[in-house]
């Protein structure tokens, strides 16, 4: 069965095609930039090493589609005989809210759904709505799954998801702890369990999302029971742009002082903070700012430690929810590539079970590992995510 994976953002769609009868192959990827403004660019590559990089004339989600299938219908790179290969195509999907919690086919009920939980997710449902629409139009026939970011997180009980609000927010307005990168924390415990040689649902795990944007879950028995993003994708630890945890007071005082509209203090706390505001290099990504602090810059080695202490924060207080811990999981960018950042984090945890293993903690690799010591009590693994795969996989089970 071959299953298109779909990821359409503001200005970017970004599209994965498997065979996943033929141990889930990835036929050909890519990504599409800057749709809507000048220079618009597309990335392919193929199974068979082949790649075409290059302007392309999309306007809109619609025209990304179309592009897309003319690649993979392509005599030289293309990987399918006829668009009718497709069996289904799986979207990612931001916000479902309460309304939607499971891989659901997005029919015109689902899609109305869809554009409801917009109300908490305006940067993101309605730019995956137009991803939809344009598949629908491109690829008329095609079941189209939605896979949503908020899933995985639907288990946590009401202690973990309300805030200190008039209770009137949450049941008016749906104001609770929602939760972000579900496909991912889902993906990476049930990977960490299958590395771990030990059943899913007898297990206490942390995931460790560090990527550009982070967030942290505390999974019991396979489930979520609670996780550190919010209401929006902004609360929890430090993240590239994004400031995590903030005292909302501190926020009233600067837009006070520099007179902001909701609108400008919104920009500050997810474009201009985080990694970004606090190294204040001009770059959010933690490779610049390693390399920034290796050379001696001050504000760049203060603003890692001040993400690996965050970091570790999360970690004790999950491990307080789960009531112990098993295997704490590190994935996406840094949590994959940073063995700095990994052994700052997990630095001084070795009295309560963590005890990192250094030479297993620095090998590079694509491989799912564990970078504890053979007896240290809790388990330290990195697991590559995969969010396309996990993606296609519940897009497969939901039409096949
Ligand atoms: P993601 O959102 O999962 O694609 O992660 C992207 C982010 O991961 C980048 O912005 C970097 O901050 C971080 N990252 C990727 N590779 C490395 C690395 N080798 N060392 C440190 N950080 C990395």
């Known amino acids: 069965m071959v299953i298109l994976v779909i990821n359409a953002g503001s200005s970017s769609v ?18 599409i930039e ?49 668009l009718s290969d497709i069996k289904a195509i799986g979207h990612r999907i931001v916000q479902g809210m309460e309304k939607i919690q499971e891989p ?13 939980c917009a109300v908490l997710a305006p940067l993101h449902n309605p730019h995956n ?13 095609v079941p189209n799954v939605g896979v949503f970011d908020t899933a995985f997180h639907a288990t946590m009980p009401p202690e973990a998801y309300l805030y200190g609000l008039p209770y009137k927010y949450y049941e008016n307005n749906h ?9 991912s924390h889902a993906y990476v415990a049930k990977a960490a369990a299958a590395l771990d040689g030990r059943p899913l649902d007898k297990l206490k795990i942390i995931t460790a999302h560090l990527g550009n944007g982070a967030s942290l ?4 028995n396979g489930q979520c029971q609670d996780t550190s993003m919010g ?10 742009t994004r400031s995590g945890d903030v005292d909302p007071s501190a926020i009233f005082q600067i837009m006070k002082w520099e007179n902001l509209t909701p609108d400008e203090a919104d920009s500050l706390l997810n474009k201009k903070s985080g990694i970004l505001g606090l190294a204040n290099i001009g770059s959010s990504d933690l490779r610049d700012v390693e390399a920034e602090a290796d050379k001696g810059n001050k504000l760049c080695a203060q603003a890692l430690k001040v993400y690996a202490y965050r970091v570790k924060k999360y970690i004790g207080a999950y491990m307080a929810v789960l009531g112990g811990l098993d295997i704490l999981v590190f994935t996406a960018g840094a949590g994959e590539n940073s063995s700095t950042m990994r052994a700052a ?25 564990v970078i504890s010591t053979d007896d240290s009590p809790i388990k330290i693994h990195v697991i590559p995510t995969n969010e396309e795969l996990a993606i296609a996989e519940a897009t497969a089970k939901l039409v096949g």
């Open 129 to 141: 709505l137009m991803g939809i629409e344009a598949c629908e139009a491109v690829l008329p026939g």
């Open 14 to 31: 970004k599209f994965t095609i498997f065979d996943m009868a033929n141990q889930k192959k990835v036929l050909a990827s890519g990504l």
């Open 345 to 369: 984090i997990v630095a001084g945890l070795e009295g309560i079970g963590l005890k990192l293993d250094a030479s297993k903690n620095s090998v590079r690799s694509p491989e799912p590992r």
């Open 34 to 82: 800057r749709i809507g403004i000048e220079g618009t660019t597309m990335k392919y590559a193929n199974h068979r090493g082949e790649e075409v990089k290059g302007e392309v004339p999309v306007k809109n989600p619609q025209d990304a589609v179309k592009i897309i299938s003319e690649r993979l219908l392509d005599s030289k790179v293309g990987v399918l005989k006829s």
């Open 104 to 116: 659901i086919l997005l029919n015109a009920e689902a899609k109305n759904i869809v554009r409801e």
């Open 231 to 240: 209401v929006t994708p902004l609360e929890g630890v430090i993240m590239g």
């Open 175 to 183: 104001i609770r702890r929602y939760g972000f990168h579900g496909t």
């Open 217 to 220: 879950a505390a999974v019991k």
